[in-house]
């Protein structure tokens, strides 16, 4: 289980999960340093005038949505007399854009396309995160994260794109799920203490 910071420790997991499996070539699309190149801004406060200020991978949370399969779970006891309420489940939707400092030059368009594959490819291959993998405050937990391509339509990308007020760029989207924050309510439960059993004897007819 996990506290409120949960979500920016997914944020942190993700970016250390990117960084740590780039090849040589994404490596020096990101100049050299992808962790600091890794921004969980939007990607259009990545740019200037349209135009990326930097080579920069815009790993973007824009949506969260309560996971169905486990909102309606059992209170839990704790305490003894005390029953705790289920944790908040989540699952996260980000959106995965490569931006390219020269982002009209054929050049740049290549690289962008080098490090979305490259990207998409380590997803791929750890779609499942846990242990040693997790950050903040998922570190030393039994937590794991599941990452989903979650393909989306061009029509709401190119809306989402719209509220960025930004000539759209190449982007995918994931889903992270599931995402626990522990609650904070609890209420009381009185034990069982005598148990009356009452039976009626059924005569034949």
Do not use: C
């Not at 910071?5 to 990117?18: K, M, N, Q, W």
């Not at 909102?71 to 704790?78: D, Y």
């Amino acid at each position: 289980m996990s506290q409120y910071p949960v979500i920016h420790a997914v944020d942190e997991t993700l970016r250390s999960l990117i960084a740590d499996h780039l090849d040589t070539t994404s490596f020096q699309i990101l100049d050299s340093n992808p962790t600091q190149r890794i921004s969980f801004q939007p990607p259009h406060q990545l740019m200037t005038d349209n135009i990326p200020t930097e080579n920069n991978l815009s790993l973007f949370l824009y949506r969260v949505v309560e996971n169905s399969e486990v909102k309606n779970r059992a209170l839990e006891a704790r305490n003894g007399n005390h029953l705790h309420y289920p944790p908040l489940a989540l699952n996260l939707f980000y959106i995965i854009t490569p931006l390219m400092k020269d982002g009209n030059d054929d050049e740049a368009s290549k690289n962008a396309h080098k490090l979305l594959g490259k990207v998409m490819q380590i997803f791929y291959d750890h779609a499942t995160v846990k242990e040693t993998g997790l950050k903040g405050v998922l570190q030393n937990t039994a937590e794991e994260l599941r990452i989903i391509w979650n393909p989306i339509s061009i029509e709401d990308m190119t809306k989402l794109w719209s509220s960025f007020m930004r000539p759209y760029y190449l982007s995918v989207s994931y889903e992270v799920k599931v995402v626990y924050i522990d609650s904070e309510r609890e209420t009381g439960a009185e034990q069982v203490r005598r148990k009356q059993i009452e039976y009626t004897q059924i005569t034949g007819v």
